[in-house]
């Protein structure tokens, strides 16, 4: 082969490369640098549509290294040839071949690192926030009135040092009643019927399980004074004002000399807090198996002030509430010396307290989650 033959092979080989390159480049939508030897270059700044992803791009290039660069190359092969040669020309061969490469891997990395920073650019533009397109609001809820009504019970007695237990709705026989004085022949049991899940087990009828269950946790530790609130389950025909599952608010105080008066005081204490400063209570002597003396326990009408209305049914009092001095037998039986150590228990009807203060004439409302009442509930916040 003739000096020019090497010559006008290594050009063909290289305006070749560069073409190829170009068409890479300008399929990524960059402007094409014209190499010298093109036929008809693209106008620079003109656009080919529709870009191929930054990906495609990346794949050309990495063939085109191989197809112009790589081992199996036409310069390779020109390389090899190279022994076909007389000595005196290898050395200029050679020389024309290094420069003919150095240029293509110099065009090949410029066109890598365009590659690079388009893509980044790209990047950057599709990843701009508009902070002028319109918001994604969001569905606004708000905390259901019994929620609200414990979260108040709850602030107002952990000021007077209690602690918020909360205990499990699956109950059993044992802590539901026996424990708390009331035995399986006992006829404050028909009072309280309820949904059985087994001999032993059962959804619990009231809080005052967790007397037991908290009693127990403490023992022997004193003061023990706990606030425990939570559903519990009776079986009721629902109407207006009652309903198979409701919420209630243990309280419990023990230690060596809690009187009546510490009963009294407290729930004095609380009836103002939730409902005014205003207010007072009145105990009503009644029955529970678990407490003695027991107390039904009212507050002064909201709605008329006591002077009587068809709220409290003409009398001036709401009843809130049954409490009553811990028995004997239950404190003994939890490992609390009934001669040294002494306690009340309350049980608040969430509902009842609910419906009170927020004017809801039926306690359906509070489970049949009609948006319009809990609407206003998120105003009220
Ligand atoms: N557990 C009783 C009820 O459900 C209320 C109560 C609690 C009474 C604590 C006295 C002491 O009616």
Redesign the pocket.
Known sequence: MTDTGWQQQLRQIRTEALAALDAIRQRAGMAVTSAPERETPTPPGQQVPGHAPAADGDRALDEWRVAYLGKKSALSQVLRQMGGLPPEERPRVGALVNEVRAELEQAYETVRRELHEQALARRLAEETIDVTLPGRSHARGAIHPLLRVIAEVEEIFLGMGYEIAEGNEVETDEYNFEM?NIPKDHPARDM?DTFYLSEELLLR????AM?IRTMERMRPHAPVKVIAPGR?YRRDEDDATHSHAFM?I???YVDEGVRMSDLKGTLEAFARALFGPDQTVRLRP?F?P??EP??EVDVRCIHCGGSGCRVCKETGWIEI????M?HPKVLDGVGYDSRRFSG????V?VERIAMLKYGIDDIRAFYQNDLRLLRQFARAL
């Open positions: 708390l309280q009828t009231h809080t005052s007397q519990v209630q243990e309280g419990l009644s529970f678990f407490t027991s107390a509430l049954g409490a009553g811990v009340f228990a309350f049980g009807g």
